[in-house]
Nanobody
């Protein structure tokens, strides 16, 4: 079992920045990739960014050049640095981890970008 706890969401004006954190605990040795997803009201949950155990990253086209995912293996934490935020980035952001057999989710953190 893996437990994920997100933090760092909040309200920010367009053009501002936020940094989300996701702390993992439990059977973390089994995790091979972690990522951030988001879900806006009335929309499907979508991948925002993902990072593998060896540091390979991929991003949604809508956030490329604005968001950066990183991980601190010593702290078992993944970060999402979000710059130049837009109102359309407003959503609940979920941390995700996979071990090849199971997929784990955090409870989510709200990000609201005002225009």
């Amino acid at each position: 079992q893996v437990q994920l706890v997100e933090s760092g969401g909040g309200l920010v004006q367009a053009g501002g920045s936020l940094r989300l954190s996701c702390a993992a605990s439990g059977s973390i040795f089994s995790i091979n990739a972690m990522g951030w997803y988001r879900q806006a009201p009335g929309k499907q949950r979508e991948l925002v960014a993902r990072i593998t155990r060896n540091g390979r990253t991929n991003y949604a086209d809508s956030v490329k050049g604005r968001f950066t995912i990183s991980r601190d293996n010593a702290k078992n934490t993944v970060y999402l640095q979000m710059n130049s935020l837009k109102p359309e980035d407003t959503a609940v952001y979920y941390c995700n981890a996979g071990d090849g057999e199971y997929v784990y989710w955090g409870r989510g953190t709200q990000v609201t970008v005002s225009s």
